[in-house]
């Protein structure tokens, strides 16, 4: 199974983007997946997840309100939309898959990470 990040660029603040990630291979619906994202010399944070059918859904506090996260079951993709984007926003956004059904904001429960997408946000 892999997974594909994409949507990423160059927004001014205020703008919009949407991220989406593919799964591909042998995949599994049943899994929780996750946003995260890393600023050049910041650890990496969680941004939201969503669980295995979408109906929880859970938000770092410093994008609630402005991102949004779903994901289509029968495409085997996951989607972050991102509203009101702030020079803070930037940062590579990486996409995962949970060990569990519900999402969770830990690191160590994503067994599976794609590679990433550039989000810069200029003021």
């Known amino acids: 199974v892999q997974l594909q990040a994409s949507g990423g660029g160059l927004v001014q603040a205020g703008g919009s983007l949407r991220l989406s990630c593919a799964a591909s291979g042998r995949t599994s619906s049943n899994n929780a997946m996750g946003w995260f994202r890393q600023a050049p010399g910041k650890e990496r944070e969680f941004v939201a997840g969503?669980?295995?059918?979408?109906?929880?859904?859970r938000y770092a506090d410093s994008v609630k309100g402005r991102f949004t996260i779903s994901r289509d079951r029968i495409k085997n993709t996951v989607y972050l939309q991102m509203g009101s984007l702030k020079p803070d926003d930037t940062a590579v956004y990486l996409c995962?898959?949970?060990?569990?059904?519900?999402?969770?904001?830990?690191?160590?429960?994503?067994?599976?990470w794609g590679q990433g997408t550039l989000v810069t946000v200029s003021s």
């Open positions: 969503i669980s295995w059918n979408g109906g929880t859904t």
């Open positions: 995962a898959r949970g060990l569990r059904s519900h999402p969770s904001a830990e690191r160590h429960e994503y067994n599976l």
